[in-house]
């Protein structure tokens, strides 16, 4: 049995197999991608939700200093296109990771990662769709042409929003309302979330809230991939074109308004901070691995694809912290915490014009995004019916478009139902969270065949470094800095001391008859009060520190709902004793297999921006793969083309 579940596909075998065309379907894919196009593709992927959204947050957290944010992002993914561009040369066929793992660890594995990229791409969709939606709304809504008695075309927020979020913060209004803040004086965002429910129509006391913008542009993309491959490139090339000449556009012009005095302090909320936007910047480079997925519609897939790869990578992280330098240059960092943060800067300076045509070349950025990930998905399916893993009509080409018409349509109804529904930051974190599972276990494949013999090579191969010594040295440099200079933190993870909660969890985790024993409280401080009413969240904000260490040490909330503790605390910390369990271990491999330098740094430095996603984000990736364990066990295990071919 153990056996069956980790059988192994050949190189030869797969090239055979794609040399005499696939299947039961009789088609091929059509073979008109370059260098060019495949970069193309990759900063398609890589700039869009993350150079004109996320990037607002990410730098709002990190302050300036998130250009080292994004560098090693940048840096890690580099490692892992490194090991990605080495299978791509092996295997040049379409399937991504999952076709990777299938020749380096065997079935199992090769299913779970497959099924963690459908995750990847389906929720990434998702995530591009539901930003598109928002850029696309407020681009109508600043429409107003005099003439015509146009003053802004607004659509209802209720049809333009997830159900999800809306409901989120209806929730987080009440309790703040309730603690004494008033809705005018509630954020943007969750004050319009509290409309969008409130003003939404029901049926019954179901609310009807959903992204219907989001939902459309799916259906267009969807329409757009299934008509092939050609008409895909071509519309990717020009929504590159489009949004390249904005970037430009705006570092050309807001150079000029950078303030150098806006840089100090560098970095505002230390190293923290800076770490706070991992999986936001993580989320902006996931796109470079959709080129693999293209591999059979190359011309030359052993040369283009590496070189596409690393070409996109290169020129996208030049462009990214170039926009973090000027962004954070024009205002002050902790102002950008907005969705569309290279409008707000340039609204905020006055320049109306310069806010429309990135309002405009948004619209484009975005779509391009979503119209790689959409056509990289159905490619997986397809990989995966091939081995029979999956149904056959997943594989299914259609015969004129050459494109797998029905996994495409599929995956058009798998994005565009979860669109009006979920939530942008749960899709994000899960959808990164897939995306470095992948990464590691590609830096792993890579490490496993290294030693293996007889494996068929490509023409692309990783530079070989030892990491014999250097390995080793870094981890003890690493723990000597943790121990020394941060002494602090370092003993307070070890020891799970425990930890007080933020004002805004510790207000939304109390009952109402408790906010009202808060205020009593805030009313009895000898801090002194602005106003008659009592704002229990804004007054908790404002204090120090120690004011705020001492305020809860006083109050009589109980400890669990002051101090987070013990297991609850510690649970958040298991994926990070697991990075280190694992360092030790790869450590010890690296001494005695004399492991390659690079594809090591890629496992752990994906493996690393894996566990700073939270706790819940594991456990919420584990449901996703129990799923997938019980369909491979239902269905795939059962009807594996390899598993059938060792039985004759």
């Not at 790689?372 to 995966?384: A, C, L, N």
């Not at 004129?400 to 018409?405: E, G, I, N, Q, R």
Request: glycine letters at 8%; charged letters at 15%.
């Amino acid at each position: 049995m153990f056996e069956k579940l980790f059988r192994k596909k050949s190189i030869s075998k797969i090239l055979e197999d794609a040399a005499k065309g696939y299947g039961d379907h009789g088609d091929s894919l059509h073979k008109t991608l370059g260098v060019r196009d495949l970069t193309a593709f990759g900063i398609a992927a890589i700039i869009g939700a993350g150079i004109f959204s996320t990037i607002g947050k990410a730098s709002a957290d990190g302050g300036p200093a998130v250009i080292f944010l994004f560098i090693f992002t940048a840096v890690a993914c580099s490692f892992a296109a490194f090991a990605y561009a080495e299978f791509a040369s092996m295997v040049p066929v379409s399937g991504s990771a999952y076709t990777y793992s299938y020749v380096a660890f065997g079935e199992l594995v090769a299913w779970i990662i497959g099924w963690s990229l459908i995750m990847e791409y389906g929720i990434g969709n998702i995530t591009v769709a539901i930003s598109w939606s928002d850029y696309f709304t407020g681009l109508l809504s600043s429409i107003h042409i005099p003439a015509l008695g146009i003053d802004g075309i607004n659509i209802p927020a209720w049809a333009t929003m997830d159900y999800l979020t809306a409901y989120n913060g209806h929730t987080h209004a009440d309790a703040l309302v309730n603690a004494g803040k008033s809705i005018a004086n509630l954020d943007d965002a969750t004050r319009i979330a509290n409309s969008a429910w409130t003003s939404a129509p029901k049926i019954g006391s179901f609310h009807l809230v959903a992204d219907l913008p989001a939902l459309g542009i799916i259906i267009f993309i969807t329409w757009l991939v299934y008509r092939g491959m050609k008409e895909s490139r071509n519309a990717s090339n020009a929504m590159v074109v489009v949004k390249l000449a904005v970037i430009l556009l705006v570092l050309a012009v807001g150079v000029f308004y950078v303030d150098t005095k806006n840089w100090n302090p560098f970095a505002p909320n230390g190293v923290s901070g800076i770490l706070k936007g991992v999986s936001a910047v993580f989320f902006a480079y996931i796109g470079f691995d959709a080129i693999s997925t293209t591999a059979e519609e190359c011309k030359n897939p052993q040369r283009d694809l590496p070189r596409g790869m690393m070409w996109a990578i290169i020129i996208c992280t030049i462009l990214y912290v170039a926009i973090a330098l000027v962004l954070t240059g024009m205002v002050k960092s902790d102002t950008l915490a907005v969705g569309d943060p290279l409008a707000f800067v340039f609204d905020q300076l006055d320049l109306k014009l310069m806010s429309g045509i990135i309002a405009v070349s948004a619209v484009f950025a975005m779509a391009s995004v979503l119209l790689v990930f959409q056509m990289g998905q159905p490619r997986i399916w397809m990989s995966m019916s091939r081995d029979g893993l999956l149904p056959k009509k997943f594989s299914k080409i259609h015969p004129v478009y050459k494109t797998p018409s029905f996994a495409t349509i599929v995956v058009g109804f798998v994005v565009a139902v979860p669109s009006l529904f979920m939530n942008l930051t749960i899709v994000t974190d899960l959808c990164s969270i897939g995306t470095l599972f992948a990464f590691v276990l590609v830096c792993a494949g890579v490490l496993v065949l290294q030693n293996r013999p007889g494996v068929q090579r490509g023409k692309f191969k990783i530079p070989y470094v030892n990491s014999k010594y250097i390995v080793p040295v870094a981890l003890i440099a690493v723990i000597v800095l943790c121990f020394v200079k941060f002494k602090t933190e370092t003993t307070d993870f070890i020891t799970n001391k425990t930890k007080i909660n933020d004002p805004v969890t510790f207000i939304k985790s109390l009952s109402d008859t408790e906010i009202a024993t808060v205020k009593n409280e805030i009313s009895a401080s000898p801090v002194v009060l602005q106003g008659k009413q009592i704002d229990a969240e804004a007054y908790l904000n404002s204090l120090t520190p120690a004011q705020y260490d001492e305020f809860m040490a006083k109050s009589s909330i109980s400890f669990d709902k002051k101090y987070e503790s013990g297991w609850g605390l510690f649970k958040h910390k298991i994926p990070m004793w697991i990075f280190l369990i694992i360092c030790l271990v790869i450590t010890y491999y690296c001494i005695t297999k004399n492991l390659s330098l690079i594809p090591v740094l890629g496992l752990i430095s994906c493996l690393y921006m894996m566990c700073e996603l939270g706790i819940s984000n594991w456990i919420g990736f584990g449901i996703w793969l129990v799923v997938g364990l019980v369909v491979y066990f239902a269905y795939g295990f059962h009807n594996s083309k390899l598993g059938k071919q060792q039985m004759q």
